[in-house]
């Protein structure tokens, strides 16, 4: 026998209440707004599997709410009888700890429904230094938002920061998506992006989908691949801060920093319980906290020297050790690569010059001052080199963290013994 939305209402709420927690206690609990969690006990939503997983699981239920959200007839429109839902999404990782607020935010974006309407097709940007966690963070909270799009999920890898990549086009990734969804015109052929959007955006009107945009590197590689349906949401994923999807596009912009020291602690006991590196706080200093060289100095716990070379920060053995040997995706070294290959001539100097010669913070004017040029021109290539998060920026000052100070440092000794080379 079936049952209806309110009664799993009434079951949540009794069960919410019995453990003396407030609708916004749950919503932090389990990643859900919390209008949406009052519009399911109120009935007027129905419950998901994944939302009754983790209400049942934050509130000790034991499983009485999966059963009853299982019982719920589901409501089916005539366009998810007859158009099967695309899931792309690739898989995320296990042991993806932390991030709170970031998932809520993201969370907060959905556009939520209404008396069965949506409010607009949300745009997020998140970006980051290479290596901070942007893309695992989004397909984290895509996994567990994914029953909220009942139409599917598309995703590309647009490589805009790969070594020596080239960048997919926006007509590239159109192409792919239109046949995904089951578009086989013929004249499609002949079409350029802004052409291609066009039955792009008529294929998703009146669906409810996630895209996921995955390493751009400018508004270009994206606009085309915007919805327009109410109820789509589009999450990009770029190293650059793109000003420009932030003011004519009305790009949410969502930063994901490093990871805060109990973050840090806690996805090392997570990958290894009894790590060296978790008795020296500031190994995970050195690591900047950022997640994916917490990952790789946890697999290299019996190695002494990365210890050491972590410790006083040599910048050549540091960007040798942060590397996976033959995994290009897991290599420091490469991951900023296909950052630096992205700069301006003058701004690849102005990197190598500032990382070998600017301590601590400074301004513009110093560094002006140390490039030998105008203050207009100076904040030019600062600007550059924070907007893809090689250096910091902070209250009209910039600072470079160990990691990007050590790349700098290389990428000058490089270029010089290339010279060098060529003098001979």
């Not at 000790?60 to 099967?84: D, F, H, K, W």
């Not at 540091?318 to 033959?326: A, E, H, I, N, Q």
Request: glycine share 8%; with cysteine.
């Amino acid at each position: 026998m079936s049952v209806a939305p309110a009664e799993f209402g009434s079951a949540l709420r009794t069960l919410r209440s019995s453990q003396g927690l407030s609708l916004g206690d749950l919503a932090h609990l389990v990643n859900y707004s919390k209008s949406y969690l009052s519009r399911v006990e109120t009935g007027k939503k129905q419950p998901t599997a994944d939302l009754a997983r983790h209400c049942d699981d934050a509130l000790g239920g034991e499983g009485r709410l999966i059963r009853i959200a299982m019982s719920v007839p589901r409501r089916r429109t005539q366009a998810a009888t007859t158009t099967p839902s695309v899931r792309q999404l690739p898989r995320s990782i296990t042991d993806f700890v932390g991030r709170v607020d970031l998932l809520r935010q993201l969370d907060g974006t959905c556009p939520e429904a209404s008396d069965g309407q949506y409010r607009g097709s949300p745009l997020v940007l998140v970006d980051g230094p290479a290596g901070i966690g942007k893309t695992e963070t989004v397909l984290h909270w895509g996994h567990v938002a994914a029953e909220r799009f009942r139409d599917g999920t598309l995703f590309a890898d647009l490589n805009g920061f790969r070594q020596g990549g080239s960048p997919l086009t926006a007509e590239q990734v159109l192409r792919r998506f239109l046949y995904d969804l089951g578009e086989t015109r013929a004249d499609l052929k002949g079409m350029d992006a802004q052409q291609l959007g066009v039955p792009f955006r008529s294929l998703l009107t009146g669906k409810r989908m996630l895209i996921v945009l995955d390493n751009a590197t400018r508004p270009e590689q994206v606009r085309s691949l915007l919805p327009a349906s109410p109820g789509c949401m589009t999450v990009v994923t770029s190293r650059s801060r793109m000003p420009g999807l932030l003011a004519r596009d009305g790009a949410l912009r969502l930063q994901v920093p490093p990871m805060a020291p109990e973050e840090s602690l806690e996805l090392l006991a997570t990958l290894d319980p009894e790590s060296r590196l978790a008795q020296r706080p500031e190994y995970l200093d050195a690591c900047g906290h950022i997640p994916l060289l917490i990952r790789i100095a946890s697999r290299r716990n019996m190695n002494p020297e990365f210890y050491d070379s972590l410790y006083r920060r040599e910048s050549a053995a540091m960007l040798r050790l942060f590397s996976m040997v033959g995994d290009d995706s897991t290599s420091l070294r490469s991951l900023l690569m296909g950052s630096y290959e992205v700069l301006t001539g003058e701004a690849t100097w102005a990197f190598r010059l500032l990382g070998t010669c600017a301590e601590g913070w400074f301004t513009v004017r110093d560094a002006a001052r140390l490039l030998d040029t105008g203050q207009s021109a100076a904040e030019e290539l600062l600007s550059e080199l924070a907007d893809i998060h090689l250096l910091q920026y902070r209250d009209g000052q910039f600072a470079f963290d160990p990691v990007h100070r050590a790349f700098a440092i290389e990428r000058a000794g490089a270029v010089e013994s290339e010279r060098n080379g060529c003098q001979v």
